[in-house]
């Protein structure tokens, strides 16, 4: 199957720095890219949908000047997480739509887990 | 908006035992998938339902959407410990556009 990955997987950082993961998919082109945060033991939010050479569309209730969503080839996009908080601290995950016909299938990467002191 | 509700939350089985996971929608839905995630995992896809009143089986799992494609179901037969995890669906209700996750059923089976 298609693979998607992330980095890094782990970061751990102080309050009010910035943090930028990368997600990719190393086999499949993807023009559409999804972003997640899953709180512990709780179901995956989506925050945004990436698209590939425009801006990215904000789920209700996420600030996008906070969370910068940038899809600037079809193999990578990142989410920069800015002026990071305590509270900011969760997994993100990444996933890559592969779309033919009927069939739309997400997949997704391993996740970064975020620590804000 | 939509939403994708699952039942139940949390399910603890023998060994052997069959499970079942229910997913309901609150609108009509294009399509469904299923998800398996293990503890400190990430979310693996298992399969994509498209077809009202559609039946698909993965060796001991069986996955079936609803004919009104507004609920789905995993069922599992005879459970095993490797099975153990969180179980998640997602419906779309458009052919491209982003899934909606339900809250998910996690999975505890005692050897």
């Known amino acids: 199957g298609a693979v998607v990955s992330q980095h890094p997987s782990r970061v751990i950082c102080k309050s009010g720095t910035s943090v930028k993961i990368e997600c990719r998919s190393l086999d499949f082109q993807a023009t559409t890219m999804f972003w997640y945060r899953q709180f512990p033991k709780q179901s995956l939010m989506l925050m945004a949908t990436?698209?590939?050479?425009?801006?990215?569309?904000?789920e209700q209730g996420v600030e996008k000047d906070k969370f910068l969503i940038n899809h600037a080839s079809l193999t990578l996009s990142t989410l920069t997480v800015t002026s990071a908080h305590p509270e900011d601290s969760s997994f993100y995950i990444c996933s890559a739509r592969v779309s033919s016909g009927v069939s739309d299938t997400q997949y997704f990467g391993p996740g970064t887990r975020l620590t804000v002191l | 908006g939509q939403q994708v509700m699952q039942i139940p939350q949390y399910q603890h089985v023998q060994e052997g035992e069959d499970f079942t996971t229910y997913c309901n929608s609150s609108t009509t839905l294009s399509n469904i998938q299923w998800y398996k995630q293990r503890p400190g995992g990430h979310p693996v896809f298992l399969i994509q339902l498209v077809k009202s009143g559609e039946v698909k089986k993965q060796k001991r799992l069986t996955f079936q959407f609803g004919e009104a494609k507004k609920n789905s179901s995993l069922h599992i037969t005879a459970t095993q410990t490797t099975d153990v995890g969180t179980y998640f669906c997602a419906g779309s209700n458009t052919n491209a556009g982003k899934s909606t996750f339900g809250d998910g059923t996690t999975l505890t089976v005692k050897p």
């Open positions: 990436s698209n590939e050479g425009s801006k990215a569309t904000y």
